[in-house]
């Protein structure tokens, strides 16, 4: 029963630290109808500048996310503007492909700078533990998850207190009316593109202490992160949390339970099976040209 309760707690840490990083690729598909295959060279970008300010400062690399948000912010901003506002309402393909070519060109950025070799950033407290009763938490893990779900709370507040969350919202269900009560659709994707791009770089310094990183490594996080907004609905936050959580802890129950060997494959096949019974996601819904099919 420890066991499992030890597994459970873990699982959901893990899982809100994916819930964070799937959050802004959600979101930038449910304002933007685009699909961010960088989204994962941003997070690891992210976690090298978190590598890179801990070995020049010796900053906890948790409390770097104060600085590595905001300029993944700017980043995320001037990007959009560069490139995808000219085809924003173009086919989504040309979304994709434009999204994929920034990823290579981040990847080999990171290459030029950092180098292709594996970097791991490694606080005092990595290798240490909270313990409680007969329970054995790490604590990367648990302030990892913690904060991950600290920024999603202020994300949250953000998207339903503030007039740029309200802005964001309705540009999401309705573009076309909200530009008609004068919320400039335009801005707002550039806003919603940064907000995102900001997200993968709170998610990014979590996982330079959760996991090892090269600059190829986004290939797994973007097959991670895509596999969770499909599983929860694309473009819904709240699912993009549901389909976080439940993978967070299927890995943990497979690593646990079943074999580290397996941990990749079995959350997969739970994200296959409950698409078998709910193709749209958990909470994501029918498009009309999806009934019209």
């Not at 630290?17 to 959600?26: I, W």
């Not at 685009?34 to 020049?56: C, E, K």
């Not at 919202?169 to 309705?174: D, L």
């Amino acid at each position: 029963m420890t066991e499992f309760l030890q597994t459970l707690i873990l699982g959901l840490l893990v899982g809100g630290v994916y819930a964070l990083l799937a959050s802004g690729l959600t979101l930038i598909f449910g304002v933007m109808n685009v699909i961010n295959i960088a989204h994962g060279a941003f997070l690891i970008l992210a976690a090298f500048l978190t590598y890179s300010i801990w070995s020049a400062t010796g900053l906890d690399p948790l409390a770097a996310i104060v600085i590595t948000t905001p300029i993944m912010f700017v980043c995320g901003w001037v990007v959009y503007n560069l490139t995808l506002r000219r085809i924003r309402t173009g086919p989504a393909a040309a979304t994709v492909l434009l999204t994929f070519g920034l990823a290579l060109v981040v990847e080999g950025l990171m290459g030029i700078i950092w180098g292709n070799t594996a970097h791991a950033v490694t606080p005092p407290y990595v290798n240490q533990s909270f313990h409680i009763g007969s329970l054995f938490l790490p604590k990367a893990q648990v302030y990892g998850g913690l904060i991950a779900i600290a920024v999603l709370a202020a994300l949250w507040i953000v998207l339903t207190r503030s007039w740029l969350g309200r802005a964001i919202r309705a540009a999401a269900v309705n573009p076309q009316g909200a530009a008609l009560v004068g919320v400039n659709v335009s801005a707002v994707a550039a806003a919603t593109f940064a907000v995102g791009v900001a997200s993968a770089g709170a998610g990014g310094s979590i996982v330079s202490v959760l996991y090892p990183f090269l600059p190829g490594s986004h290939y797994v996080w973007i097959s991670r992160l895509l596999g969770i907004i499909v599983l929860g609905g694309m473009g819904s936050l709240p699912g993009a949390l549901i389909g976080a959580l439940m993978l967070g802890l299927a890995e943990t129950l497979t690593v646990t339970y079943i074999s580290p060997a397996w941990a990749t494959a079995v959350p997969y096949a739970l994200v296959f099976v409950v698409l078998l019974a709910r193709p749209h996601g958990i909470l994501g819904t029918r498009l009309r040209e999806d009934v019209v099919t």
